[in-house]
């Protein structure tokens, strides 16, 4: 699975950004078997994950982001995205999108969320 993120950006503390990842060449019965996540990784710290939705539609988020962000899948447009809400600086870094299913995945080239306080 190929995917593309976008949606980063610059934003000031309190404010939301919306990131989406897409699978172009993937068909869509694919693209619905796979579990969706984000993950993200700050400057010299390891890379996180931030929220995920498996292929029955069921998410899960890390507890920093809680209440905050919402990750959702749309099959039909073989596309998961990431709202994320009131931010804070330490919700700075790359973020990454990636697929699984089974032992199989791949990962999205990475978008900057840049949080100024």
């Known amino acids: 699975v190929q995917l593309q993120a976008s949606g980063g950006g610059l934003v000031k503390a309190g404010g939301s950004l919306r990131l989406s990842c897409i699978a172009p060449r993937t068909i869509t019965s694919v693209f619905w078997d796979h579990d969706m996540g984000w993950y993200r990784q700050a400057i010299g710290k390891q890379r996180e994950w931030v929220a995920g939705?498996?292929?029955?539609?069921?998410?899960n988020y890390t507890d920093s982001v809680k209440g905050r962000f919402t990750i959702s899948k749309d099959n039909s447009k073989k596309t998961v995205t990431l709202q994320m809400n009131v931010l804070r600086p330490d919700d700075t870094g790359v973020y990454y999108c990636?697929?699984?299913?089974?032992?199989?995945?791949?990962w999205g080239q990475g978008t900057q969320v840049t949080v100024s306080s």
């Open positions: 990636n697929a699984k299913h089974g032992l199989t995945q791949s």
């Open positions: 939705v498996t292929s029955s539609g069921m998410a």
